[in-house]
């Protein structure tokens, strides 16, 4: 299965935060960690394979890379 998955991965600490960000289901969430750069993209592969059920070979995903410095504002409660 070939669909355009989008995801975002953000550096925070020393994890890659990863999220899916479009090509799932409206009501599902797709979210994980990877500890190095050259681990995102199979990490975001394997989220969207497992939510979906689908072999992780077949999908295609576009990765938008940022650094901590290009999150924007932050607000604490």
Known sequence: MSAPFRAVAERSGDWWEIEITSGLPPNVL???QARHRSDVEGVARSVVAELLD???DGIDIDI???QASERGPTAVV
Do not use: K, N, T
């Open 30 to 32: 797709g979210v994980s």
């Open 54 to 56: 689908i072999e992780p």
């Open 64 to 66: 938008d890379v940022r």
